[in-house]
């Protein structure tokens, strides 16, 4: 091959049969490049030009089976879609959009991490999202799916820290509205002058 000879398809998926951990630095359309099958622990960042990027971070079960820790920092609003089951164990988001979309999808989707035990949230999460989400998975125990045993969430107020704690403990309780759990509730009651 000399010089001038066009470079091969450089967008070739990268396979690493061996790998099992590896913390990824790279843009959000480049993710789907890698494959690594027994992968068990990943941590990825992307903290690049956000007007380049406006397409969400695609993860496919198939793309990493044997993935247990996934730990994702993201300096952007940027959208994170999971795709089939994934196996993890312990999940880390320490970004706000990722904490709210992936609450979301996990309770749209209560089998998606079905064996999910820890659940790190870095950022404040929208606690009608996340009361929602730990409901659907305590349901969702009859289809296999286990119940967490470690949720981090920073400073929880006490009421709402009661109710999480009822859900983990495997009761759901009446609770209040999810509109009394929302952040817009919490910041109306913040700039209550009569408070």
């Known amino acids: 091959m000399s010089s001038l000879d066009p470079i091969p398809d450089d967008h070739r998926p990268l396979k690493l049969a061996n790998l099992l951990f590896l913390t990824l630095c790279s843009a959000p359309d480049q993710s789907h490049l890698l494959t690594a099958p027994k992968l068990q622990r990943l941590t990825y960042y992307f903290w690049g030009l956000r007007e ?6 695609d993860f496919h079960g198939e793309q990493w089976p044997e993935l247990l820790h996934l730990d994702l920092l993201l300096y952007h609003e940027l959208r994170v879609n999971f795709h089939g089951r994934f196996m993890l164990c312990k999940l880390t988001l320490r970004y706000p959009a990722g904490v709210a979309s992936i609450c979301y999808q996990m309770a ?20 009608d999202i996340l009361c929602i989400m730990l409901e659907k998975r305590l349901v969702a125990r009859t289809k296999g799916v286990k119940g967490l045993t470690r949720l981090y969430v920073g400073y929880v107020a006490p009421d709402i820290r009661h109710l999480i704690q009822t859900i983990l403990n495997g009761q759901i309780s009446e609770r209040g509205s999810n509109y009394e759990l929302s952040f817009l509730r919490i910041s109306e009651s913040l700039c209550d002058n009569t408070m």
């Open 52 to 57: 380049f990027y406006t397409r969400p971070i």
């Open 108 to 127: 749209l989707h209560p089998g998606l991490f079905p064996v999910l035990q820890e659940l790190y949230l870095m950022s404040p999460p929208e606690w």
